[in-house]
């Protein structure tokens, strides 16, 4: 195992209920808000009015932003911080998905600072990030999510896209930890079963990502990733054939917590290529992240898992799905047949073309992904350096049908 730092400082209240003690846990640390969410869904559930509620009850003065839209842009963010500085926000509130709880990060950054929220970008062309990440200022941050899937609600990381120049990736430092993170599950109930997929993908995605990249001496953190991605399988689709069954939906979104919280990678280092690459589609063709991801797996884990790593595929398989096969090459294979079939029945089994992605855009698109995520190198890393050319391959074994 690698030595490590862990810290985690976000304050969590977890479940039935919990939302309506927003507007105490708001008044502890600010008298006036910035309250931020996407453009309709908590209108709808009612989870907005919930909160707006709560803050009210509380004496917590409110300015509501609601126009957060999914993959939230530098446009909007710039927007809002603006207002938040207007106003005199003392905090800021992220209610919604990742997104909305991305984008609170960045305002609250942004509000602080009065930096164009596009310069901090990772790798963006101003090459501004180098100086100004990691973030140590920001407002004072809270979340509740209302999707399971980004893990968003109690760390140190933000996405962002630069919409005019298609960079997306992450912002991140110590200043962005949310200070407390409000955790209903019954706010999940609405979600409809695409997004209910796509955000179990995105679990399974941040737990197996380092799993297969990072130090394999570290036993401890294999067991806790392990155990969480039985959780994810188990739950997701329970919570899809019963969106109201608060114990598929709580372990969901402590799932998702846990998966990005720091723990499961404590000491094991570790590598995020399938998120850099879908990244840059999404950047490009504003999918959702989740779906973006389902793409990419199985042909990952086949061009480059099962190749330089098979045991570690063959273990994931013996743990997760009761793969028996002896042989760690045969098991490996059987693990890809068994996340396929998960897959299809999660209905996110999809290729590039089916999601609008032209064939013509696939090599600028792994050139970018070099450009945005590989620092100054000419590849990202993984279990191998991985080239534009072994993107590529990547995209286009995904583009009309899966593997
Ligand atoms: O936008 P609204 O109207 O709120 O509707 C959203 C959106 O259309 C809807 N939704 C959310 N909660 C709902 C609901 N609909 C009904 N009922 C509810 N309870 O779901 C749609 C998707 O929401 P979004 O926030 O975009 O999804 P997600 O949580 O998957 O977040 C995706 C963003 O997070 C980034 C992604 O790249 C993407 O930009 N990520 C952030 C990470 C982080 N901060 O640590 C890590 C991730 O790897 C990821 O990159
Ligand atoms: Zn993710």
Same mark, same amino acid.
């Given at each position: 195992m690698l030595n490590f730092v862990l810290h985690s400082p976000t304050r969590i209240h977890f479940g039935q209920g919990v939302v309506n003690q927003t507007g105490d846990i708001v008044r502890q640390h600010a008298k006036k808000v910035l309250l931020v969410t996407g453009r309709s869904s908590t209108k709808k559930t009612g989870t907005l009015q919930k909160v707006m509620a709560s803050l009210e009850k509380s004496g917590v003065e409110m300015v509501?932003?609601?126009?957060?839209?999914?993959?939230?842009? @530098?446009?909007?963010?710039?927007? @809002?911080?603006?207002?938040?500085r207007k106003e005199q926000c003392e905090l800021?509130?992220?209610?919604?998905?990742?997104? @909305?709880?991305?984008? +609170?990060k960045a305002i609250a950054t942004v509000a602080i600072s009065g930096r164009p929220i596009h310069e901090y970008i990772r790798g963006n062309q101003t090459r501004l990030w180098k100086?100004? =990440? !990691?973030? %140590? %200022? @920001? =407002?004072?941050?809270i979340t509740i999510p209302t999707l399971a899937a980004t893990g968003s609600e109690a760390n140190s990381g933000a996405v962002i896209t630069n919409w005019e120049t298609k960079e997306k990736s #992450?912002? #991140?430092?110590?200043g962005l930890f949310p200070k407390e993170a409000i955790l209903d599950?019954? &706010?999940? $109930?609405?979600?409809?079963? /695409? $997004?209910?997929?796509?955000? +179990?993908?995105?679990?399974?995605?941040? &737990?197996?990502?380092a799993y297969m990249t990072g130090d394999e001496q570290a036993n401890v953190q294999d067991e806790i990733t392990e155990g969480l991605i039985r959780n994810v399988v188990r739950y997701a689709? %329970?919570?899809?054939?019963? !969106?109201?069954? $608060?114990? +598929?939906?709580?372990?969901? =979104?402590w799932s998702s917590t846990l998966a990005l919280i720091g723990i499961p990678n404590a000491g094991r280092g570790g590598s995020f290529p399938v998120h850099q690459m879908e990244h840059t589609l999404s950047a490009y063709y504003d999918i959702s992240h989740g779906r973006g991801l389902a793409i990419l797996t199985p042909a990952y884990f086949r061009r480059v898992v099962k190749e330089d790593r098979p045991h570690r595929l063959a273990r994931l398989g013996r743990a997760v799905f009761q793969v028996s096969a002896p042989n760690d090459v045969e098991a490996a294979e059987a693990t890809i047949q068994e996340v396929i079939k998960w897959f299809k029945e999660l /209905?996110? $089994?999809?290729? &590039?073309?089916?999601?609008?992605?032209?064939k013509s855009d696939l090599q600028m698109m792994a050139e970018e992904t070099i450009r945005i995520s590989g620092g100054d190198q000419n590849y990202i890393a993984g279990t191998r350096s991985l080239y534009a050319k072994d993107i590529l391959s990547i995209f286009e074994e995904v583009y009309h049908t899966q593997v």
């Open positions: 509501l932003f609601d126009r957060v839209e999914p993959n939230p842009r @530098a446009t909007t963010i710039d927007e @809002a911080g603006e207002l938040a800021i509130i992220g209610l919604g998905g990742g997104s @909305a709880m991305d984008a +609170a100086t100004l =990440l !990691p973030i %140590q %200022q @920001a =407002l004072p941050i #992450s912002i #991140s430092g110590p599950p019954e &706010l999940t $109930y609405s979600v409809p079963t /695409n $997004y209910t997929s796509d955000g +179990a993908v995105d679990i399974f995605t941040h &737990l197996y990502e689709k %329970q919570a899809i054939d019963t !969106p109201d069954d $608060y114990e +598929a939906r709580s372990h969901l =979104l /209905n996110v $089994y999809d290729t &590039l073309e089916a999601v609008g992605v032209a």
